[in-house]
């Protein structure tokens, strides 16, 4: 059976022989591994459309669960991205975090390829900066992924403003100062009131009004280092991409 969806490779796999295997984050079928068994010969006539972090149109041949890429045209080729090696580092940790994390068959994928997408396209444009969109992407990823955090009020007591809050990655909750106290062997990250409103924002903003916040150079380092951490403590795991990543900084 042949079937049309757009997608966005988030990886590629050489299998040898000019076989190659790519990972695809798919408007219609979520993410999806299919396969090619003659790249050279596939890729002829395609321009970009198998490459990395291109959103193309995929003509897929399913059978039963399996794919193979029959023909494939670039919807749109992030070169601006491809140029910038830290770039390049920040969408292919993204790209895995979307292969971990983003739905397969069976759910509504629309969500996921539309955030990677406008993080694509603001980090080729220069609108917004590395250092802004890995937070925001991280924490906006867990929140679609079933992995929000409660940042409505304190845990304890219910405050929500007015008093200094502490974040907690492993339950995935603010605390008051007043009521940290009950909280025993936890890891307690203190937020700043900007800190706190740009998680606020990052998680229950529309899409439309994602990327419309601020924050300093510095306060966005600390909030990058909050959104790791929780990623850290809810998945139980590390990732290659990531660590790279680090040293290009």
């Given at each position: 059976m042949l079937i049309s969806t757009d997608g966005i490779v988030l990886k590629v796999k050489n299998l040898g022989n000019d076989d190659c295997v790519y990972t695809i984050l798919t408007r219609e079928k979520g993410v999806i591994t299919a396969f090619s068994r003659n790249r050279q010969r596939i890729s002829k006539g395609m321009g970009s459309a198998l490459e990395l972090f291109t959103?193309?149109?995929?003509?897929?041949?399913?059978?039963?669960?399996?794919?193979?890429?029959?023909?494939?045209?670039?919807?749109?080729?992030?070169?601006?991205?491809?140029?910038?090696?830290?770039k390049v580092s920040l969408a292919s940790y993204l790209s895995e975090l979307l292969i971990e994390l983003a739905p397969e068959e069976g759910e509504d994928p629309n969500e996921y390829v539309r955030l990677f997408l406008n993080c694509l396209a603001m980090l080729e444009n220069g609108k917004r900066t590395v250092q802004f969109i890995k937070p925001l992407f991280e924490l906006r990823l867990m929140a679609l992924s079933g992995y929000m955090p409660d940042l409505l009020g304190c845990a304890g007591c219910g405050e929500s403003e007015g008093k200094s809050l502490c974040f907690l990655p492993k339950e995935?909750?603010?605390?008051?100062?007043?009521?940290?106290?009950?909280?025993?062997?936890?890891?307690?990250?203190?937020?700043?009131?900007?800190?706190?409103?740009?998680?606020?924002?990052?998680?229950?903003?529309?899409?439309?009004?994602?990327?419309?916040?601020?924050?300093?150079?510095?306060?966005?380092?600390?909030?990058?280092?909050?959104?790791?951490?929780?990623?850290?403590?809810?998945?139980?795991?590390?990732?290659?991409?990531?660590?790279?990543?680090?040293?290009?900084?």
């Amino acid at each position: 059976m042949l079937i049309s969806t757009d997608g966005i490779v988030l990886k590629v796999k050489n299998l040898g022989n000019d076989d190659c295997v790519y990972t695809i984050l798919t408007r219609e079928k979520g993410v999806i591994t299919a396969f090619s068994r003659n790249r050279q010969r596939i890729s002829k006539g395609m321009g970009s459309a198998l490459e990395l972090f291109t959103y193309s149109n995929f003509v897929l041949f399913q059978s039963k669960e399996r794919y193979s890429i029959n023909t494939a045209s670039s919807n749109k080729v992030f070169f601006g991205i491809r140029s910038d090696i830290e770039k390049v580092s920040l969408a292919s940790y993204l790209s895995e975090l979307l292969i971990e994390l983003a739905p397969e068959e069976g759910e509504d994928p629309n969500e996921y390829v539309r955030l990677f997408l406008n993080c694509l396209a603001m980090l080729e444009n220069g609108k917004r900066t590395v250092q802004f969109i890995k937070p925001l992407f991280e924490l906006r990823l867990m929140a679609l992924s079933g992995y929000m955090p409660d940042l409505l009020g304190c845990a304890g007591c219910g405050e929500s403003e007015g008093k200094s809050l502490c974040f907690l990655p492993k339950e995935g909750s603010i605390v008051c100062n007043d009521c940290i106290g009950q909280i025993h062997g936890q890891l307690t990250v203190q937020l700043t009131p900007g800190e706190l409103a740009a998680m606020r924002h990052i998680i229950y903003a529309p899409m439309e009004k994602l990327f419309s916040f601020a924050l300093p150079e510095q306060a966005l380092k600390r909030l990058s280092a909050i959104t790791e951490q929780y990623i850290f403590c809810q998945l139980e795991k590390t990732f290659s991409t990531l660590d790279f990543y680090h040293t290009l900084l």
